[in-house]
Nanobody, 124 residues
């Protein structure tokens, strides 16, 4: 089964930075929009950011605009999420996912495949 692989999560103090990475097989990356979602304990999975193919367009949920940056390296089949000025409310498991849809979608059910997630904890 095709699966994406996230890495780079960890524990960081408020105001700190992390860069999470997602590696994908070619079939799940080429010509696909890639996105990051997150899920905090007891909450639904929420959209964070999306990047188009090959990478000219990006979209962010309002709560991370100006702090997070999504990017992709198409030669490496990798997508990144640079997170700056992290806040305790950013604490969650972060997932990457791919979609074949040609336009922006923030609905998790429109994405497949997914990664296993990486934990990001923001705490002093």
């Amino acid at each position: 089964q095709v699966q994406l692989v996230e890495s780079g999560g960890g524990l960081v103090q408020p105001g700190g930075s992390l860069n999470v990475t997602c590696a994908a097989p070619t079939g799940a990356f080429s010509n696909r929009r890639m996105a990051w979602f997150r899920q905090a304990p007891g909450k639904e999975r929420e959209f964070v950011a999306q990047i188009s193919w090959p990478g000219r367009l990006t979209y962010y949920t309002d709560s991370v605009k100006g702090r997070f940056t999504i990017s992709r390296d198409n030669a490496k089949n990798t997508v990144y999420l640079q997170m700056n000025d992290l806040k305790p409310e950013d604490t969650a498991v972060y997932y990457c996912a791919a979609t074949s849809r040609a336009s922006l979608t923030t609905r998790p059910d429109k994405y497949d495949p997914w990664g296993q997630g990486t934990q990001v904890t923001v705490s002093s």
